[in-house]
Nanobody
Framework: QVQLVESGGELVQSGGSLRLSCAAS????????MGWFRQAPGKEREFVAA????????SYADSVAGRFTISRDNAKNTLYLQMNSLKPEDTALYYC????????????????WGQGTQVTVAS
């Protein structure tokens, strides 16, 4: 099991960029597939991006493909989400998550979650 802590969320103008980080405060990320999810008020938590344990495979939601990039640095025990060309509809609480079993896109595929970091994109 790993303990995850997200950081980097803040208020940003439409069209701007932001990089989120997810660090393991307990345990190591190297053996886990990792993912980013987001949840806006009144909506279900949705998949954003995922990456395999070594970073060889990446998956993105259609809504962010081409704008967001998921990456990881296992030596630093950290996961990243680079967000470019941000839009107001990207506003949400962003969560990182870890899976010891598979690289998936469903909430139930992930067993460990951070507490989220808020991203707000102003119009």
């Amino acid at each position: 099991q790993v303990q995850l802590v997200e950081s980097g969320g803040e208020l940003v103008q439409s069209g701007g960029s932001l990089r989120l980080s997810c660090a393991a405060s307990e345990g190591t990320l190297s053996s886990y597939a990792m993912g980013w999810f987001r949840q806006a008020p009144g909506k279900e938590r949705e998949f954003v991006a995922a990456i395999s344990s070594r970073g060889a495979t990446r998956s993105y939601a259609d809504s962010v493909a081409g704008r967001f990039t998921i990456s990881r640095d296992n030596a630093k025990n950290t996961l990243y989400l680079q967000m470019n060309s941000l839009k107001p509809e990207d506003t949400a609480l962003y969560y990182c998550a870890a899976s010891s079993l598979r690289l998936g896109i469903n909430v139930r595929d992930f067993e460990s979650w951070g507490q989220g970091t808020q991203v707000t994109v102003a119009s």
